[in-house]
C-alpha cells in the first residue's frame, strides 16, 4: 500500500522590523510605545470631592458614558484588533495593531479604575447592568460587531476596517464629549486628562487603520470603488441614526443633546478623512462647544507634579548609564 504524499509544511516567518514592509508602520509603531501610559499613573483620588457636587442626574449621565466607553473598548481589544490584524499580510502591521488593541484593553480598565474611585461596588454594578441591557447601545456594538466577524474577501475586509475607524474615531466621541466638557470647567480633571489620554491613542489609532483601509481600497476597480465607498457611507448612516438616538436618551436629560450630536458629527467627518473620504455632515470647529474642542487637542499640555500627570509625560525608553564625561561641564 502507497503512502499518501505528504502536505509540504508551511514557512513560518519571524518579523523582521530592520526591512520595513511599508512607509509608515514602524513610524506608527515608535508612536504608540512613546504614548504608552497606565492608569494608576494618575491620582484619581483628587476627584472625589467634585464628585460630591454634581447633582445625580449629571453623575447618572458620566457612569453611564463610561460604562459605555468600556463596552466599545472592550470589543475592539477583544474582536475588532484581533480579527482585522489576521487579515494583514505584513507581521509588522499585524504587531502595530496588538499594540493598539493591547492598549484598547488599557482604556477599559482606566474606567474601571475611575468607577471604583468615584462609586459604590453596588453602583459599579448597576452601571454594567445598563451596559448590557440599554438596547440602542447594543445594536450599535451588534453593527460593528457583526463586520469584523464576516471578513472572507477584500471588500468585506474594506468595510471591517472602515467600522473600525467609524468606532475609533466616531463612534467613542459621544461617551468623550461629558468628561471633557466638566473637565473644561474644573471638575473631575484628573478623570478628564484619562480621556484626553484615549483620545491622544484612539487619534492614532484611526488615522492608521484608516491608511490601511486606504490601501486595500486601491486595489479594487473604479467601479467597485465606487460601490464600496456608498455601502461604506451606508454603514455610518446605520451607525449615526442609532447615534442620534443614543444620544438624545442620554443626554436630554441635561440638555445637552444638540451640543452632543454636532460633536459627533464633527468626529464622523473626521472619521472619513481618515478613510480619505470626503466629509459628510459638515459640521466645523465653530459649532462645535469650544470648552470641549479644547480637550480634543492633543499638544503637550504641562501640569504640575502635585496635580495630574500631563499627557507630555513620556516613559524613558532610551537609558545609559552616566559617564564621568557627563560631568564635565
Given at each position: 500500500m502507497r503512502n499518501k504524499p505528504s502536505k509540504p509544511q508551511p514557512l513560518f516567518e519571524a518579523v523582521n522590523w530592520n526591512r520595513p514592509d511599508d512607509a509608515y508602520t514602524k513610524m506608527f509603531w515608535d508612536q504608540n510605545v512613546r504614548q504608552f501610559w497606565v492608569d494608576e499613573e494618575i491620582p484619581l483620588a483628587d476627584d472625589k470631592l467634585p464628585w460630591m457636587t454634581l447633582r445625580a442626574e449629571e453623575k447618572r449621565v458620566y457612569e453611564h458614558?463610561?460604562?459605555a466607553l468600556t463596552l466599545l473598548d472592550t470589543e475592539q481589544g477583544s474582536v475588532g484588533m484581533p480579527l482585522l490584524s489576521q487579515h494583514m499580510e505584513s507581521a509588522q502591521v499585524r504587531a502595530v495593531m496588538g499594540f493598539m488593541g493591547a492598549m484598547e484593553h488599557m482604556h477599559a480598565k482606566s474606567y474601571s479604575s475611575i468607577f471604583s474611585t468615584l462609586c459604590t461596588s453596588t453602583r459599579i454594578e448597576e452601571i454594567f447592568e445598563w451596559v448590557r441591557h440599554n438596547r440602542l447601545l447594543q445594536e450599535k456594538l451588534a453593527l460593528v460587531h457583526e463586520h469584523y466577524c464576516n471578513i472572507w474577501g477584500q471588500k468585506s475586509l474594506y468595510?471591517?476596517?472602515?467600522?473600525?475607524v467609524f468606532l475609533e474615531s466616531y463612534l467613542f466621541y459621544s461617551g468623550f464629549f461629558y468628561p471633557l466638557f466638566l473637565a473644561g470647567q474644573g471638575k473631575l480633571v484628573n478623570s478628564g486628562e484619562i480621556i484626553n489620554l484615549i483620545i491622544r491613542d484612539e487619534s492614532i489609532h484611526g488615522v492608521y487603520v484608516g491608511l490601511l483601509a486606504q490601501q486595500v481600497f486601491e486595489r479594487f476597480s473604479h467601479r467597485a470603488q465606487l460601490e464600496v465607498r456608498q455601502e461604506a457611507l451606508g454603514i455610518l448612516?446605520?451607525?449615526?441614526?442609532l447615534e442620534a438616538r443614543y444620544t438624545a436618551e442620554l443626554y436630554a436629560p441635561i440638555g445637552l443633546e444638540e451640543q452632543v450630536t454636532r460633536f459627533c458629527r464633527y468626529n464622523a467627518d473626521k472619521a472619513l478623512m481618515n478613510l480619505g473620504l470626503e466629509p459628510?455632515?459638515?459640521v466645523g470647529e465653530e459649532q462645535v462647544n469650544p470648552v470641549v474642542l479644547g480637550g480634543l487637542r492633543t499638544e503637550t499640555k504641562n501640569?504640575?507634579?502635585?496635580?495630574?500627570?500631563?499627557?507630555?509625560y513620556v516613559k524613558a525608553i532610551r537609558v545609559e548609564p552616566l559617564r564621568d564625561e557627563d560631568f564635565v561641564f
Open positions: 458614558v463610561l460604562g468595510l471591517a476596517l472602515c467600522t473600525s448612516e446605520r451607525l449615526e441614526r459628510y455632515f459638515g501640569h504640575d507634579f502635585f496635580s495630574t500627570k500631563g499627557n507630555g
